[in-house]
Protein backbone atom coordinates (compact mmCIF):
# COMPACT_ATOMS: atom_id res chain seq x y z
CA UNK A 1 0.00 0.00 0.00
CA UNK A 2 1.52 3.67 -0.78
CA UNK A 3 2.02 6.26 1.66
CA UNK A 4 -1.09 8.16 -0.05
CA UNK A 5 -3.32 5.26 0.59
CA UNK A 6 -2.29 4.49 4.05
CA UNK A 7 -2.59 8.50 5.03
CA UNK A 8 -5.96 8.22 3.57
CA UNK A 9 -7.07 4.88 5.51
CA UNK A 10 -5.59 6.77 8.85
CA UNK A 11 -8.01 9.53 8.33
CA UNK A 12 -11.04 7.35 7.90
CA UNK A 13 -9.90 5.29 11.23
CA UNK A 14 -9.47 8.44 13.55
CA UNK A 15 -12.85 10.16 11.65
CA UNK A 16 -14.69 6.94 12.30
CA UNK A 17 -12.98 6.32 15.94
CA UNK A 18 -15.65 6.37 18.60
CA UNK A 19 -14.47 8.56 20.85
CA UNK A 20 -17.05 7.05 23.98
CA UNK A 21 -16.42 5.17 27.10
CA UNK A 22 -17.67 2.22 25.67
CA UNK A 23 -15.72 2.70 21.96
CA UNK A 24 -12.39 2.79 24.20
CA UNK A 25 -13.20 -0.46 25.79
CA UNK A 26 -14.06 -1.76 22.43
CA UNK A 27 -11.03 -1.07 21.05
CA UNK A 28 -8.38 -2.15 23.81
CA UNK A 29 -10.48 -4.95 24.74
CA UNK A 30 -11.32 -3.99 27.93
CA UNK A 31 -14.75 -4.39 29.90
CA UNK A 32 -15.98 -1.09 31.12
CA UNK A 33 -15.37 -1.93 34.57
CA UNK A 34 -11.49 -2.65 33.96
CA UNK A 35 -11.58 1.04 32.42
CA UNK A 36 -13.98 2.15 35.56
CA UNK A 37 -10.87 0.41 37.92
CA UNK A 38 -7.95 1.73 35.59
CA UNK A 39 -9.57 4.96 36.37
CA UNK A 40 -9.98 5.27 40.33
CA UNK A 41 -6.65 3.46 40.37
CA UNK A 42 -5.18 6.71 38.21
CA UNK A 43 -4.27 4.51 35.32
CA UNK A 44 -7.44 5.77 32.85
CA UNK A 45 -6.90 8.03 30.42
CA UNK A 46 -7.98 11.68 29.99
CA UNK A 47 -11.61 12.55 29.11
CA UNK A 48 -13.20 15.54 28.27
CA UNK A 49 -17.12 16.26 28.42
CA UNK A 50 -19.70 17.48 26.04
CA UNK A 51 -23.02 17.80 28.19
CA UNK A 52 -24.15 14.48 29.77
CA UNK A 53 -21.06 12.62 27.44
CA UNK A 54 -17.83 11.24 28.24
CA UNK A 55 -15.33 11.45 25.55
CA UNK A 56 -11.20 10.54 24.91
CA UNK A 57 -9.98 12.15 22.24
CA UNK A 58 -7.70 10.42 19.78
CA UNK A 59 -4.73 12.18 21.26
CA UNK A 60 -5.46 11.47 24.94
CA UNK A 61 -6.34 7.78 23.77
CA UNK A 62 -2.52 7.57 22.22
CA UNK A 63 -0.47 9.17 24.71
CA UNK A 64 -2.11 6.30 27.46
CA UNK A 65 -1.17 3.59 25.41
CA UNK A 66 2.35 5.30 25.06
CA UNK A 67 2.06 5.47 28.77
CA UNK A 68 1.20 2.13 29.50
CA UNK A 69 4.00 0.82 26.93
CA UNK A 70 6.56 2.31 29.10
CA UNK A 71 5.35 0.88 32.42
CA UNK A 72 5.38 -2.34 30.68
CA UNK A 73 8.43 -1.86 29.95
CA UNK A 74 10.47 -0.54 33.09
CA UNK A 75 8.07 -3.41 35.08
CA UNK A 76 9.96 -5.68 32.25
CA UNK A 77 13.82 -4.55 33.20
CA UNK A 78 12.99 -4.48 36.74
CA UNK A 79 11.88 -7.76 37.12
Same mark, same amino acid.
Given at each position: $? #??V $?? *?? #? *? =??? !? *?? +???????????????????? #?????????? =?? !?????V???? =???? =?? !? +?? +????????????
Amino acid at each position: $M #NAV $MQ *AL #N *A =EIS !V *AS +RDPSIPGFCQRHKMGRSSYY #NLKAAGHGPP =EY !VIGKLVRISA =EAEA =EW !V +RE +READTSRARTAA
